[in-house]
């Protein structure tokens, strides 16, 4: 089996800055893009940034300049660093990954749990 596995959420004040991590574990053969999606109720889950295996990334406009994405391909792990928070960043963060299992041809979408953030004074 697959998954992965969020971590760093929590409450911070508005400025102020947290790093999420999520970890890829189980028979892994590679992983392609690796992206931070959020979702808050009653709307859509939003992507947030992405990264390629490479380290090609890309950013939603409404956190360009505060968030960084970044990977690290060893260790099967991909981070966001989130900067400058402001009350709207309160969302459940969620990791996604395409992944290929070892002895399986194609690639498959997966999903963490999620992670809360709370943005507030």
């Known amino acids: 089996q697959v998954q992965l596995v969020e971590s760093g959420g929590g409450l911070v004040q508005p400025g102020g800055s947290l790093r999420l991590s999520c970890a890829a574990s189980?028979?892994?053969?590679?992983?392609?893009?690796m992206d931070w999606y959020r979702q808050t109720p009653g709307k859509q889950r939003e992507l947030v940034a992405t990264?390629?295996?490479?380290?090609?990334?890309n950013y939603a406009d409404f956190v360009k300049g505060r968030f960084t994405i970044s990977r690290d391909n060893a260790k099967n792990t991909v981070a966001l660093q989130m900067n400058s928070l402001i009350a709207e960043d309160t969302a459940v963060y969620y990791c996604?990954?395409?992944?290929?299992?070892?002895?399986?041809?194609?690639?498959?979408?997966?999903w963490g749990q999620g992670t809360q953030v709370i943005v507030s004074s």
């Open positions: 996604y990954a395409q992944i290929r299992r070892s002895g399986v041809w194609s690639f498959r979408n997966y």
């Open positions: 990264i390629t295996t490479g380290g090609g990334s």
């Open positions: 189980g028979s892994i053969d590679s992983i392609g893009t």
